[in-house]
């Protein structure tokens, strides 16, 4: 897995102070992307165990309110095996800590997939350029969701955070 930025004290990709991860790989393709050079699964940095401890040193601090994986996909396919194995030790290691994703897949369409055991935010859907909204907060186009997931999973309907 792949990986282009760990950004620290983010404020704009979730709730609360976070740190972000941005990965490689995206199928998706949406025009107007606004982080197309992650698109290429095999373009950026080696996600390896010095990234880790970063993403863990940082996300350790008492101050951040979580983590949020971006880029690219996470759950791109090429991803899934790795993003999967890095949401359990977060889960392991910093249990208090809220999770939130962002993926060009919908809910509906990865509703089987274990990653959404660990994962409390989605924000899902292809970003659509004819519906940019910049004061929709926490999502580029009107038609993605902000998806409180363990509430979906528990009531068997989506629930909107």
């Known amino acids: 897995m792949k990986y282009h930025d760990i950004t620290k004290d983010d404020m704009k990709n979730g709730d609360g102070?976070?740190?972000v991860l941005w990965l490689s790989g995206?199928?998706?393709?949406?025009?107007g992307c606004?982080?197309?050079v992650t698109w290429d699964p095999e373009d950026g940095l080696v996600f390896d165990e010095a990234a880790k401890r970063e993403l863990f040193e940082i996300l350790g601090?008492?101050?951040i309110s979580g983590i949020t994986l971006s880029g690219g996909d996470p759950l791109y396919p090429g991803n899934r095996g790795e993003v999967l194995r890095l949401l359990k030790e977060i889960r392991e290691n910093f249990p208090e800590k809220n999770v939130w994703c962002y993926t060009g897949y919908t809910y509906e369409d990865i509703a089987s997939l274990e990653h959404l055991e660990y994962i409390d935010v989605l924000v899902d859907g292809k970003y659509v350029e004819a519906l940019k909204d910049n004061q929709y907060h926490w999502a580029g186009s009107t038609n993605q969701r902000i998806i409180?997931?363990?509430e979906s999973r528990l009531c068997g309907s989506i629930v909107l955070h």
């Open 26 to 31: 995206c199928e998706h393709g949406c025009p």
């Open 17 to 19: 102070l976070r740190v």
């Open 61 to 63: 601090k008492p101050y």
């Open 34 to 36: 606004q982080n197309p």
């Open 148 to 150: 409180d997931v363990k």
